[in-house]
């Protein structure tokens, strides 16, 4: 049996390229290209029904190591707790204040772009700063 060598995170949202766009400003990732044939996604978009239009959206890692993120609507909105949330590691091996201090910073960029700071837990050593995305998805700044 072989195993798995590349996986996608998915999230069911209300508007997909928007939040996909959101993701790609918070981790650096960009766009794909179009499907062949197609000059821009908004040509390939249209050329779906209307059912399906701006149904999904993808965003990838450039250097190919991150997971692809994957954006599909669903009608119904979030109405819990995430099971499941990014860790944004913008602190890995700092610690103390020196990582309070990266997280705060990347908190500041966050929040204009429409995230939301939900509590920071600190205890003088390690720290996380728990977020919402603009749909209300949980992360965290870690």
């Known amino acids: 049996?072989?195993?798995?060598?590349?996986?996608?995170?998915?999230f069911d949202c209300a508007?997909?390229?928007?939040?996909?766009r959101f993701w790609c400003e918070v981790l650096g990732y960009v766009v794909p290209p179009p499907p062949a044939?197609?000059?821009?996604?908004?040509?390939f978009d249209r050329s779906q029904a209307p059912e399906d239009q701006g149904s999904w959206f993808a965003c990838t890692d450039p250097s190919g190591v991150g997971p692809r993120l994957y954006f599909q609507r669903v009608p119904e909105g979030k109405v819990a707790k995430n099971r499941v949330h990014l860790d944004v590691r913008?602190?890995?091996g700092l610690v103390g204040e020196e990582r309070l201090a990266a997280l705060?910073?990347?908190?500041?960029?966050?929040?204009?772009?429409?995230?939301?700071?939900?509590?920071?837990l600190y205890d003088g050593h390690d720290a996380?700063?728990?977020?919402?995305d603009i749909e209300g998805n949980e992360f965290c700044l870690d």
């Open 90 to 92: 913008v602190g890995t």
């Open 37 to 43: 044939g197609f000059a821009t996604w908004d040509e």
């Open 15 to 20: 508007e997909p390229e928007r939040l996909a």
């Open 104 to 120: 705060e910073a990347e908190c500041a960029r966050l929040v204009p772009l429409g995230a939301v700071r939900v509590r920071l």
């Open 1 to 10: 049996m072989s195993s798995i060598k590349q996986f996608q995170v998915t």
């Open 128 to 132: 996380c700063i728990v977020m919402q």
